[in-house]
């Protein structure tokens, strides 16, 4: 007989409470494994400099014991020779800033024990992979940092970090020019002045220079996973031609999103040419109109972002907010990734490297 003070539960909440437990599980348990993992190869990079340094065997260390790990150990991953070269740059890439006691695993000595405690937490969070693709496009400790924390905080998949690398996100964070600094509370303004790109790279949307701001917004309909990618963490994409009514009369906002980590309305308007100060007028119109017509209680101010394809001079763009109560945003958008003059007559076109793939296809017989 069921004891009347126990609460009644449903196979369904049960059985869902015990799949949340074992996925917890699983990646506690993949994330102690990651550790281990990097932990080993710290040790092995920092081992492998110090004995090229000081041992007269160092020279030709590494192809010498991955052909010797390779014998002893052949099914385990790991420890190519490739591997053991990308360890011991990684090791010498972080040791300054990142320091690990080697003989009590877990513990950690610095200058800065709470800075340098965090930035491990950060660095063991990122799988070895991710790690290697970093070292590869990062040249100093800001930038590899800027990546390590964005992938912890968006869950990138391998795939994702490399488009963010190839298309440099750390260049362009941050860089679109608003007036937050005075129309927002801290710390919105500076998550939201990080939410923000300059320039934004819609090259994906295969329309060339010449594309009209309807085609534009056209295409980005049909490629929304990408446009959210580029956009960044936290977009939710409302509608495109959003109709709002004023005073009984009908307008329509180019794109209408929320931002779920600012917890506001974003509308963004598309403009085909350089920037005009008169955009900003029309920009701040939209968002008093969300705010009043959409925005709730629990919403933060509805943030406005004029995408242009040339975002003009900075002065014009800065007197052209300075004044306006709303908090609006100014940045460039790519359609297509331009080449240096003095390169396009070098590369092949891809009508070029079209034909020659075909004739070279049809001399093998295919």
């Known amino acids: 007989m069921n004891n009347p003070s126990t609460p009644i539960v449903t196979y369904q909440h049960w059985s869902a409470d015990w799949k949340q437990r074992i996925q917890s599980a699983q990646i506690k348990a993949a994330l102690q494994v990651n550790r281990e993992v990097l932990s080993l190869y710290w040790e092995l990079g920092r081992d492998i400099v110090i004995q090229q340094e000081t041992s007269s065997w160092g020279d030709g260390l590494i192809p010498r014991f991955a052909k010797d790990l390779k014998e002893a150990f052949p099914h385990l991953s790991g420890f190519s020779r490739t591997n053991l070269f990308y360890i011991r740059k990684w090791f010498l890439f972080y040791k300054e800033q990142i320091q690990i006691v080697p003989q009590?695993?877990?513990?950690?000595?610095?200058?800065?024990?709470?800075?340098?405690?965090?930035?491990?937490?950060?660095?063991?969070?990122?799988?070895?992979?991710?790690?290697?693709?970093?070292?590869?496009?990062?040249?100093?400790?800001?930038?590899?940092?800027?990546?390590?924390?964005?992938?912890?905080?968006?869950?990138?998949?391998?795939d994702v970090l490399q488009i963010q690398l190839k298309q440099n996100l750390y260049e362009r964070q941050g860089k679109a020019i608003t007036n937050f600094e005075w129309t927002l509370p801290k710390p919105q303004s500076d998550l939201a002045r990080e939410t923000l790109k300059n320039p934004y790279n819609f090259d994906f949307l295969n329309l060339g220079e010449e594309a009209l701001e309807r085609d534009v917004e056209h295409a980005m309909l049909h490629h929304v996973e990408k446009v959210l990618l580029e956009l960044g963490q936290g977009f939710a994409l409302l509608g495109r031609q959003y109709k709002i009514i004023v005073a009984e009369e009908e307008f329509y906002i180019d794109l209408l999103f929320y931002h779920t980590r600012l917890h506001a309305y974003m509308v963004v308007e598309l403009k085909g040419g350089a920037f005009k100060p008169e955009y900003t007028g029309k920009l701040n119109f939209y968002c008093s109109a969300v705010d009043d017509l959409l925005r709730s209680e629990l919403d933060q101010a509805t943030i406005g972002l004029i995408l242009c394809r040339e975002a003009g001079k900075q002065t014009i763009v800065e007197y052209a907010l300075r004044d306006i109560q709303k908090p609006l945003g100014v940045a460039e958008y790519i359609l297509t990734q331009t080449l240096p003059e003095s390169l396009r007559n070098i590369l092949p076109t891809t009508e070029e490297l079209e034909r020659e793939l075909d004739e070279n296809f049809e001399q093998e017989g295919g």
Do not use: M
Not at 125 to 134: A, E, K, L, M, Q
């Open 104 to 158: 009590l695993a877990g513990q950690f000595a610095s200058s800065d024990q709470l800075a340098n405690n965090e930035l491990i937490t950060l660095f063991f969070s990122v799988p070895w992979g991710h790690h290697r693709h970093i070292l590869d496009k990062c040249a100093e400790i800001n930038q590899a940092i800027f990546y390590l924390k964005k992938t912890v905080q968006n869950a990138w998949s391998r």
